[in-house]
T-cell receptor, first 115, second 115 residues
Framework: DAMVIQNPRYQVTQFGKPVTLSCSQT?????MYWYQQKSSQAPKLLFH???????NEADTPDNFQSRRPNTSFCFLDIRSPGLGDAAMYLC??????????????FGPGTRLTVL | AQSVTQPDIHITVSEGASLELRCNYS??????LFWYVQSPGQGLQLLLK??????LVQGIKGFEAEFKRSQSSFNLRKPSVHWSDAAEYFC?????????????FGAGTRLAVHP
């Protein structure tokens, strides 16, 4: 039944050690998003893919990268995690980019701890 | 800049009591408006959304929300809260233009329900 799956649910990494978070979807949606949610803060959009087109938010640090090898999978790479990158990372999908008519479906998130 | 304010960080209600969660937005024009719920360990789930038309919107799980243009508000209500409603609630807006479904979230309101 799971539609948006994130692995792992909890990830611990060391300061400066690259880490990859995974998201997969069974909805065959065109759009996949990555959000960062720090403790007691609102989720903040990092970037999204529309099919293979990558769209970075202007204020997303270069330390964050993403890959989408196929429709089902999308990865978030953090090249050199800092203590400030500890957060919940949420993946979401939508069928298209039509705004109101397309609901975003969220995964359960990956909680990243940086030691 | 666009922003969403949820003035109440934590709310506690008794089971069976009525609930109102506040949301105010700052935007040049009426954006798309959403309420999401996040249960512990789960992803965000859409409760309801508004763009135009009837200002009282019905959602899932017995929730409704009322849009008030004069107050730039989109408050979420439920007449009788159940223990299973304990969760975090996020109000979000999306701009009418921009070509994609960019959600801007409030910081959330954590709801606790007393038996």
């Amino acid at each position: 039944d799971a539609m948006v799956i994130q692995n792992p649910r909890y990830q611990v990494t060391q300061f400066g050690k690259p880490v990859t978070l995974s998201c997969s979807q069974t909805l065959n949606h065109n759009v996949m998003y990555w959000y960062q949610q720090k403790s007691s803060q609102a989720p903040k959009l990092l970037f999204h893919y529309y099919d293979k087109d990558f769209n970075n938010e202007a204020d997303t640090p270069d330390n964050f990268q993403s890959r989408r090898p196929n429709t089902s999978f999308c990865f978030l790479d953090i090249r050199s995690p800092g203590l400030g990158d500890a957060a919940m990372y949420l993946c979401a999908t939508s069928r298209d980019l039509a705004g109101f008519t397309d609901t975003q479906y969220f995964g359960p998130g990956t909680r990243l701890t940086v030691l | 800049a666009q922003s969403v304010t949820q003035p109440d960080i934590h709310i506690t209600v008794s089971e069976g009591a009525s609930l109102e969660l506040r949301c105010n937005y700052s935007y040049g024009a009426t954006p798309y408006l959403f309420w999401y719920v996040q249960s512990p360990g789960q992803g965000l789930q859409l409760l309801l959304k508004y763009f135009s038309g009837d200002t009282l919107v019905q959602g899932i799980k017995g929730f409704e929300a009322e849009f008030k243009r004069s107050q730039s508000s989109f408050n979420l209500r439920k007449p009788s809260v159940h223990w299973s409603d304990a969760a975090e609630y996020f109000c979000a807006v999306a701009p009418l233009s921009g070509g994609y479904n960019k959600l801007i979230f409030g910081a959330g309101t954590r709801l606790a329900v007393h038996p």
